[in-house]
């Protein structure tokens, strides 16, 4: 796979340096020079989620890595499926929560881990990585366990949920968690100012394996195709899916997908109050307004960092800009969305909910309409339990750490005591 770095097409890189790298120059993106297709895309569908995965990912990385490792890196990171759950005739969910952190960022992280595991090839690495609530724990439970690999990661003391907390403070072993007594921006500046001292970035091989890594974003077309291979042959004549978004990963993976061959008609990018890109489709002009808080906590964003992906996709020819539409849907009806789902025998979360009133809002009659489930509802229990009156039960995963001791050392927002605490850690 070669690819350029959006901002400097003349800074080049194997899919191994752009996984490792990150990021390129002047924070420019990597994204694939050139996107394959599928002849035959009937023959991918039939196969097995792991098998076809596997074929996918070869597809897109090309030869620089052999099929084999290929292999072991899928069945390591895919040990969970993505079922379409059937909500109405015509609408499905598609249910990207099954993984150990139910939440679909596990499988990306997944895929990340076990290929910065084969790629270092036994080299020492530190993984630092700032958290607001579920990545931490996607990338924590993917890396624990990996040789080599220590993941540091950082989080705002007392603003995230206990359970979420829980998640990934009690696994220990390579996994070292430090809650700053401070906020979510505090934990950031610290990371990138460890990025900036040579001592610890070299001393302990950082990298922040940070979520608009082009390995995130190849695994994540693969349960694109796991949802159509699930629909009849009419269901996939005249199909429309609706992608809950905030940095618009998802998104960018599901038009990977349909540059891919697979028969997707037609994209909606559903965000909450920070509409940056639903505005953007409609007048032509990028003004994000400031990030506001909402009940979909995972999407506020307004400043999305992949979009320039979509932006390449669109004027490099591969899709017409007139297959995505975006909608916005605000804190009212995502509890309506929320209710209605209920009422239909669906208990969801804030994040499907806004892709599920996004579809109905766009799908005619004939359509076919699937939409993300990017949460399992209990990750938003009190949300949840607030908006539709009713308990939820808790899955396993949460069951398990719930009753566990969280392994986190408190630190005062001072880059000179997170220093110390990460070299005799791990110096
Ligand atoms: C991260 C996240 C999203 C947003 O996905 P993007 O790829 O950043 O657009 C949506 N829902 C949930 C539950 C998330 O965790």
């Given at each position: 796979m070669e690819l350029e770095?959006?901002?400097?097409?003349?800074e080049l890189a194997t899919f191994a340096q752009a996984v490792k790298k990150g990021l390129g120059k002047n924070q420019g993106l990597f994204f694939p020079k050139q996107l394959p297709k599928f002849d035959d895309i009937d023959a991918i569908l039939a196969m097995p989620f792991v098998e076809r995965s596997v074929e996918i990912l070869s597809t897109l990385i090309?030869?620089?890595?052999?099929r084999s490792q290929i292999a072991g890196i899928v069945e390591r990171a895919f040990a969970f499926g993505a079922p379409l759950a059937k909500v109405t005739d015509n609408i499905y969910s598609l249910e990207l929560f099954h993984g150990p952190t139910l939440a679909f960022k596990d499988f990306g992280g997944r895929f990340m881990a076990q290929c910065l595991t084969e790629i270092s090839n036994g080299d020492p690495i530190t993984i630092l990585t700032a958290t607001s609530g579920d990545t931490g724990a996607a990338v924590a439970h993917a890396f624990h366990?990996?040789?080599n690999i220590n993941v540091v990661i950082l989080y705002p003391k007392g603003k995230i949920s206990e359970l979420q907390e829980k998640l990934f403070t009690t696994l220990g072993g390579n996994i070292h968690t430090v809650a700053i007594e401070d906020d979510f921006d505090a934990c950031q500046q610290l990371v990138k100012t460890a990025f900036d001292d040579p001592e610890v970035r070299d001393g302990l091989h950082?990298?922040?394996?940070?979520?608009?890594?082009i390995s995130r974003l190849v695994a994540q077309v693969c349960y694109y195709f796991e949802a159509v291979s699930q629909l009849s042959a009419e269901e996939r004549e005249d199909l429309v899916i609706s992608v809950p978004s905030g940095n618009f990963g998802n998104l960018t993976a599901g038009l990977i997908g349909k540059v891919m061959g697979?028969?997707?008609k037609h994209f909606v990018a559903a965000t909450n109050m920070n509409d940056t890109v639903p505005r953007y489709l409609k007048t032509g002009e990028w003004q994000p307004n400031d990030t506001v808080a909402t009940?979909?906590?995972?999407?506020?964003?307004?400043?999305?960092?992949?979009?320039p992906r979509i932006e390449a996709i669109i004027e490099q020819g591969y899709?017409?800009?007139?297959?995505i539409s975006g909608d916005k849907v605000d804190e009212d009806y995502t509890q309506l969305a929320m209710r209605q789902l209920a009422q239909l025998g669906y208990v969801s979360e804030p994040h499907a909910a806004i892709a599920y009133k996004a579809l109905i809002r766009k799908l005619e009659e004939g359509q076919t309409g699937i939409f993300l489930g990017?949460?399992?509802p209990a990750k938003f229990r009190e949300t949840v339990e607030n908006v539709l009156g009713q308990p939820i039960s808790l899955p396993q995963p949460l069951v398990d750490c719930a009753g566990k001791d969280g392994l986190s050392v408190e630190l005062p927002n001072d880059y000179q005591a997170l220093k110390a605490h990460m070299l005799k850690l791990l110096g």
């Open positions: 770095n959006l901002k400097d097409g003349s090309g030869d620089e890595m052999p366990g990996i040789d950082l990298n922040s394996a940070n979520s608009i890594n697979l028969p997707i009940l979909s906590n995972a999407m506020d964003v307004s400043n999305p960092n992949n979009w899709v017409d800009k007139s297959v990017t949460a399992h």
